[in-house]
Structures are given as C-alpha cells and as structure tokens.
C-alpha cells in the first residue's frame, strides 16, 4: 500500500469547512482510539498548506519529509509512521462525525443505554428506553429501519429480563418478533423485487438463497396491517411474479399504491414509484410499448407530487431522468406537454454545465421529433464529456443529417464506426458498443441498399429484428417501413 497516495486522496475529499475542526481533532486525538504521533499535526498543516489544488511536486515523500523534518537526514520509515497515524485520525474523525449526524440519534441512545446499564446506572437505562419507545410508536416515518429500532429496543429490554431470570414474566416476545419480522420481509422483497426486475433483461442465478427468498411463504396478514411498506413491496413481488403482466395490472398496482399512501413512508413512496418507472422501462426494453403511454402518464403524475425533484440538490431532476421524460414524452407524440416541459424546467437539470448542454441535448431531440432537422442541428451540444451522452449526441446528429439527405452524412456514420471502434477498449462496455455499432451497421445498410429491390424492405426489417438491443432500433424499423 502506497501511504501517501491513501493519505492524500483521503486528504482530497475533505470540504474546506472542515479543516479547522480536523486540525482541533488531530491536535487531541481520542485515547486509545488511534495512536498519537506528535508530528500528525504538522504534517496535516503542510499539506493544507497546498490545498485545494494539492500538487503532486509538492507532496511528493521526499519534499514532505523535508517540510516536516528540516534540519534531519532521512530516516527510513520515519514518515511512514506519522503518515499512518495521521490517517488513522482522519479516519477517526470522520468517524466521529457520522456517528453524531441526527440519522444516528436512534443508536446513538441504544448505545448509551447500554452504557448506563453496564455502569450500573439503571434510573438512566429506565429513563432512555422509555423516552425511545415513547418516540418510536409516535413516529410518523415508519419504513423498515423503524420496525428494526422497535424490534432493538424490545430485545434490549427482554435481554435485560432474562439476565435477572425473570422467566415467568411476559417478555414481549411476539411483539418483537412481529417487529423483527416486518423489517425482514420489507428488505428481503426489496431485494427480490430488484432482481426480478433485472432477471428480465439479463440471465441471472436464481438458485440457493434467492430461490428460498422468492419461494418464501408470504408475510402473516397483521404484518401488512402494520406496515404499508410491507403492502406495497409484496404487490410489486406479486406483480413482476406474472409471467405477462397487462397493463390493467399494472394499472391495479399504482392504484393500490395510491390508496395506500397515507401509511408508507416518504422513503418507501419514492423507492416504490422509482421503481415503477423502472419496472416500465423494463417492460419497454423487452418490447412492451404499451407501457410507454403508461410510463408518460406516471412520469406527469410524479412531477405534479414532487418524487422526481432531487430535495438534497435544489429540488433539480437528474440529468439521465430528465432525458427519460423528455424522450418518453416525443415518442408518445405529446409535443406540447414536451416544449411546455422544457421551457418550464430549462435550469433545473442537475448537473448542467456553463453552456447548458444538457437543456440543448434534449431541446435538439424536441425540435427533431417535430421535424425541426435545421434547427435542431443548430441546437445540439459539439460535444459531451460523458461518453453516454456524446454517444447519443452524435446518433441524433447522424439521424438529422439522415432526414435532411446531407452529403455529409455517410462522412459523419464513418467518423461515428471509427469513434466506437477506437473507444471500445477504454471506455465502452461490450454491450453498449454492440448497441452503437449495431446502429451504425444497420443504418449504414439501410443507406446502400437499393431502391427497387423487391427484397430490401423485409431484408432490411428481418435484420433489425434480431438486433433486438441496437440503438435507435424504433427510428430504424420506421426509416424502412416508409421505403416504396
């Protein structure tokens, strides 16, 4: 292990606020908890000292040793030792500070009780369980981590009984059983509800504990009676259990989620309806385009309540999901929802750049849809740092030149073969480099095939009908479907 490259890429993810508070932590390390080396300090000063640009001349071990130690030769291991301590501290001080952010308050009490307890204090302990017990049943977030809390704090209180053989007494076994069991049965459809869902677009293992899992009795009926998490996730396992499932089930499940709002947990309400969206998406990949309309209408019901708008960055849409509405939105032919769409949430795209080449990407592919070829050339970004996007840049750019007969068209399908081609091995997984070049080979036939063929309109379709992952696939199947 390389010492300084952990320290300081560790070192790098620190926000400048913090420095001051780490610099106070380094100085007074907690005892016992990592060692205290003398020199931790000074070193942390040094290479603050070249924050935040941090360059690599300057932390080398070398010219940090020097900083640290100017007057003494080089002793092997010397920095060695003082770097190890400093990350350790770094690390206990990030420690620190998760264990006392507010979603920890429930275990931070648990932990303190038990303290108490231990010290023989057990007013203390009486006084802490109470209060949390207090606080658990009138809880308004009662998702799965709160059953699991109520289950923690019944078991406390039950093991305290039998260690004073208390065995005649009621020990509130059911309950907490009931609790235990609640939150198993939430995480375990959770999981199984997420591999059902990408059992459908991959070959995956369902042998061992996951055969056991899925083919699992359901839960006892009074656990759905406490728990509309748990109500939800099995409908969601019942659902995808369908061998096809119509869109009258589908549509069943999101009333029943509707219905049932008012008892499952803000959490859960936005984990179920992204995976709605999925399970659409899903369903879409695999040929069912009766979903899209479906999928249209979930995406306009969850933007009037708010479960697309990412609260912790500035209530903006992520950038992928945004391009999902939008593209969801064309193909089913609502133009004007689209355009009002776009003009209402031009700078809530997260993670938009200076030139707002996200907003560009998805008004270009607006303006195609509606057979806008000019503009929407004009309008579409040169450019994407990130290769999933560049590479849907640059196929909406080859259909546009597509549409508009360009002569630079055959040009621009090259340069795109050559980019796939070269970028394959860097950056491409095997999959979406077959999804590209699929495209660009089935184009590139659809182009140099010849007018009058009586075989070329069901040869061109037979073959990107079994290229059933590539690129653009619908656009393709409609170009030859409107050959003579």
């Given at each position: 292990?390389n010492?300084?490259?952990?320290?300081i890429?560790?070192?790098?993810?620190?926000?400048p606020?913090?420095?001051k508070?780490?610099?106070?932590?380094?100085?007074?390390?907690v005892?016992?908890?990592?060692?205290?080396?003398?020199?931790?300090?000074?070193?942390?000063?040094?290479?603050l000292?070249?924050?935040?640009?941090?360059?690599?001349?300057?932390?080398?071990?070398?010219?940090?040793?020097?900083?640290?130690?100017?007057?003494?030769?080089?002793?092997?291991?010397?920095l060695?030792?003082?770097?190890i301590?400093?990350?350790k501290?770094?690390?206990?001080y990030?420690?620190?500070?998760?264990?006392?952010?507010?979603?920890?308050?429930?275990?931070r009490?648990?932990?303190?009780?038990?303290?108490?307890?231990?010290?023989?204090?057990?007013?203390?302990?009486?006084?802490i369980?109470?209060?949390?017990?207090?606080?658990?049943?009138?809880?308004r977030?009662?998702?799965?981590?709160?059953?699991?809390?109520?289950?923690?704090?019944?078991?406390?209180?039950s093991?305290?009984?039998?260690?004073?053989?208390?065995?005649?007494?009621?020990?509130?076994?059911?309950?907490?059983?009931?609790?235990?069991?609640?939150?198993?049965?939430?995480?375990?459809?959770?999981?199984?509800?997420?591999?059902l869902?990408?059992?459908?677009?991959?070959?995956?293992?369902?042998?061992?504990?996951?055969l056991?899992?899925?083919?699992?009795?359901?839960?006892?009926?009074?656990?759905f009676e406490?728990?509309g998490?748990l109500?939800?996730?099995?409908k969601?396992?019942?659902?995808?259990?369908?061998?096809?499932?119509s869109t009258?089930?589908?549509?069943?499940?999101?009333?029943?989620?509707?219905?049932?709002?008012s008892?499952?947990?803000?959490?859960?309400l936005?984990?179920?309806?992204?995976?709605?969206?999925?399970?659409?998406?899903t369903?879409?990949?695999?040929?069912?385009?009766?979903y899209?309309?479906?999928?249209?209408?979930?995406h306009?019901?969850?933007?009037?309540?708010?479960?697309?708008?990412?609260?912790?960055n500035?209530n903006?849409?992520?950038?992928?999901?945004?391009?999902n509405?939008?593209?969801?939105?064309?193909i089913?032919?609502?133009?004007?929802w689209?355009?009002?769409?776009l003009?209402?949430?031009?700078?809530?795209?997260?993670?938009?750049n200076?030139?707002?080449?996200?907003?560009?990407?998805?008004?270009?592919?607006?303006?195609?849809?509606?057979?806008?070829?000019?503009?929407?050339?004009?309008?579409?970004?040169?450019?994407?740092?990130?290769?999933?996007?560049?590479?849907?840049t640059?196929?909406?750019?080859?259909?546009?030149?597509?549409?508009?007969?360009?002569?630079?068209?055959?040009?621009?399908?090259?340069?795109?073969k050559?980019?796939?081609?070269?970028?394959?091995?860097?950056?491409?997984s095997?999959?979406?480099?077959?999804?590209?070049?699929?495209?660009?080979?089935?184009?590139?036939?659809?182009?140099q095939?010849?007018?009058g063929?009586?075989?070329r309109?069901?040869?061109?379709?037979?073959?990107?009908?079994?290229r059933?992952?590539?690129?653009?696939?619908?656009?393709?199947?409609?170009?030859?479907?409107?050959?003579?």
């Open positions: 292990m010492e300084r490259n952990t320290l890429d560790l070192i790098k993810t620190l926000h606020d913090e420095f508070d780490l610099k106070t932590f380094v100085g007074q390390p005892p016992h908890a990592v060692p205290n080396n003398p020199d931790a300090g000074r070193l942390l000063d040094i290479i000292k070249v924050s935040p640009d941090f360059p690599e001349e300057k932390l080398k071990k070398k010219n940090l040793y020097e900083a640290l130690y100017p007057t003494s030769p080089w002793v092997d291991g010397r060695k030792k003082v770097m301590a400093l990350h501290q770094i690390q206990a990030l420690l620190v500070q998760h264990y006392f952010r507010e979603e920890n308050a429930f275990q009490r648990v932990d303190l009780s038990d303290i108490f307890q231990k010290r023989g204090l057990k007013n203390r302990y009486d006084q369980i109470q209060k949390t017990t207090k606080d658990l049943e009138g809880a977030e009662k998702n799965a981590d709160h059953f699991f809390q109520k289950f923690r704090i019944e078991y406390t209180w093991h305290q009984a039998l260690g004073k053989n208390q065995t005649r007494r009621d020990l509130n076994i059911q309950r907490m059983l009931q609790n235990l069991g609640i939150f198993y049965h939430i995480r375990r459809l959770e999981i199984i509800n997420f591999f869902n990408q059992q459908k677009l991959t070959n995956l293992d369902a042998s061992g504990p996951i056991h899992a899925i083919n699992e009795l359901p839960p006892l009926s009074t656990y406490e728990s998490d109500f939800i996730q099995q969601i396992f019942d659902f995808q259990r369908q061998t096809n499932p009258d089930d589908f549509r069943e499940l999101t009333h029943w989620l509707k219905r049932r709002e008892s499952i947990s803000a959490s859960a936005q984990n179920a309806y992204t995976f709605l969206r999925n399970c659409c998406h369903l879409i990949y695999t040929g069912r385009h009766e899209l309309e479906i999928l249209h209408e979930l306009k019901d969850n933007l009037e309540r708010g479960y697309l708008y990412n609260v912790e500035d903006k849409i992520l950038s992928n999901t945004f391009l509405i939008v593209n969801v939105g064309l089913t032919h609502q133009f004007d689209v355009q009002d769409f003009t209402t949430h031009r700078n809530r795209i997260l993670g938009d200076e030139t707002v080449d996200f907003y560009k990407l998805n008004r270009a592919a607006y303006l195609f849809a509606t057979g806008q070829f000019e503009s929407a050339l004009e309008t579409l970004p040169q450019s994407f740092p990130n290769i999933i996007y560049h590479l849907i640059r196929r909406l750019e080859i259909k546009i030149y597509y549409e508009l007969q360009s002569d630079l068209l055959e040009f621009k399908l090259d340069a795109f050559m980019y796939i081609s070269r970028a394959s091995r860097k950056f491409l095997k999959e979406l480099r077959e999804r590209n070049a699929d495209f660009a080979n089935l184009l590139t036939q659809i182009i095939s010849k007018p063929d009586p075989n309109k069901p040869r061109l379709l037979k073959r990107i009908g079994e059933v992952r590539a690129a653009e696939r619908d656009w393709l199947m409609e170009k030859v479907n409107k050959m003579g």
